[in-house]
């Protein structure tokens, strides 16, 4: 496996690195790991009075005091690293270095959540978000799970981005640990709301109860199958949990009950405009929860 860690010496791109090092059976796997430090450009007018080679000197030097301690720390957890920067905008050097190295995830600290959903993540998140589909691994804030095997919750909503979601953990399975614990979840709308008008404009149910649970058990099944399937052919054991309600805020409650340690979703691929990046379910979630949340955005 190959992962990008971008490294600004924050106590956010440390949760990145603490995570990678809570890795056990990944690091047993020898994953090949590139820290990247992104130094912003030198004013113009500063850089010529001061020379080509001493603004070089800096870059390098300030690159190396942030990415010592990262160094060190995947080192004493028995990972080695390679190590590079670049100079520029964050978001542009993290996104070309994704694309251009191939990586199979990223994994970035970013700032905490909070109640509104242009401010849930840090400007270099939203920018990397806008500017690549290869998986993205957000910490906010939540330090590594207790153990190296992980309670993993993956979202699923029917679409290609929930299978595509199932098949990164599939096939990247070392990343969760010896012994990891999967739930596939989904979330039905509330069809127990609907209600249409009667004659004297009054409010009655729409359904019955009993078409209420076979239209959820329909709903849930076809979201859901196809992921279970996947599990049960790579002989890898998966619970399922059947949630009803508006998903984003049901995902995220779910996820903070049960105390998951990291969850997946798939979400629709990149865009211009950053309040499109991520679709309003992941929206909500990162809105709600502070638990790890990896993106899987190429169905």
Known sequence: MKILVPVDGSKYSRAAIDFIASRATLIGASPDVLLLNVQLEVPVRAARLIGKAAVASYYEDESKKALRGALAALKRAGLGA?????????AEQIARRADDSGVDLVAMGSHGHGALASLLLGSVTLGVLGRTTKPLLLLR???????????????????????????????????????????????????????????????????????????????????????????????????????????????????????????????????????????????????????????????
């Open 141 to 299: 804030g939540h330090g590594p799970a207790p153990g190296d095997s992980l309670k993993v919750g993956i979202a699923v909503d029917g679409s290609g981005y929930g299978i595509a979601a199932a098949k990164y953990v599939l096939k990247h399975l070392p990343l969760f640990g010896a012994r990891p614990r999967f739930t596939v979840i989904h979330a039905v709308p509330d069809f127990a709301g609907s209600a249409m008008p009667d004659i004297a404009g009054m409010a009655l149910p729409a359904y019955s109860a009993q078409e209420i649970e076979a239209i959820e058990r329909q709903a849930f099944a076809k979201a859901v199958d196809p992921v279970k399937a996947l599990f049960d052919a790579a002989g890898v054991a998966v619970a399922t949990v059947c949630l009803s309600g508006a998903a984003g805020d049901e995902i995220a409650a779910f996820a903070k009950k049960k105390r998951l340690d990291l969850l997946v979703m798939g979400s629709h691929g990149y865009g211009a405009i950053k309040a499109a990046v991520l679709g309003s379910v992941a929206q909500r979630v990162a809105a709600r929860c502070a638990t790890p949340l990896l993106l899987v955005r190429e169905a």
């Open 82 to 90: 390679a190590s590079d920067y670049a100079v520029g905008h964050p």
